[in-house]
């Protein structure tokens, strides 16, 4: 191995750990409700985000129309009831062939509290996120985040009783399409790897 082969080994490397980074990132930022940062996430050419139920948002946009417009504005269980803590882990990062774009995949759980008519109720959730990537300099940014659904419950039902809770229908404000990322239990999907 030549000196040249060694450097973008290592520079491959870098990239996939950038890439973790850049997904926890995104973690705490949701967690938190820091939804401006999330969007400073996003490439400025980002081709779309999908969340479970939510539906597709198009362009960097739809990633402003979603976190802005209506994440930001959905009911919640005041400060001193809410909890959002969504863990991702067994990441799969693999860098395109030029290493200027990138595809990961990773499980999310998640355990929270949310309002379902006007109470706070505490959930399980779990879902598959398929992302790309692009590098912009040094930096990588998301161009495409897509989180499937597999469950959304209550804490007291699980996912045998009640597989999924949610829904979005009543939002004034609409997605660019209609979801796609939404195979709750016992669908029994796989959301498509992006490696062969």
């Not at 269980?77 to 990773?106: C, F």
């Not at 209609?178 to 992006?194: C, F, K, N, R």
């Amino acid at each position: 191995m030549n000196l040249e082969e060694l450097d973008a080994r290592i520079t491959a490397l870098e990239d996939i750990e950038k890439i973790k980074k850049l997904q926890n990132i995104y973690g705490y930022y949701f967690d938190a409700g820091e939804h401006d940062d999330i969007i400073d996430l996003f490439s400025e050419n980002a081709v779309s985000f999908e969340g479970g139920d939510h539906g597709v948002f198009f362009g960097k946009a739809g990633v402003i129309k979603f976190f802005r417009e209506i994440l930001g504005k959905m009911a919640t269980p005041p400060p001193e009831l809410s909890l959002h803590l969504v863990i991702m882990y067994q990441p799969v990062v693999n860098i395109d062939p030029g290493g200027k774009t990138a595809k990961g995949r990773w499980h999310g759980w998640m355990c929270g509290t949310r309002s379902q008519e006007g109470k706070p109720i505490q959930t399980w959730g779990h879902g598959i996120y398929e992302n790309e990537f692009v590098k912009e300099g040094s930096e990588w940014k998301f161009s495409k985040l897509h989180y499937n659904v597999t469950f959304r419950t209550p804490y007291e039902d699980g996912w045998l009783k009640t597989p999924f809770i949610g829904g979005t229908s009543d939002d004034p404000i609409k997605p660019d399409a209609p979801p796609t990322a939404l195979h709750p239990y016992p669908s029994g999907y796989t959301v498509p790897y992006h490696w062969k």
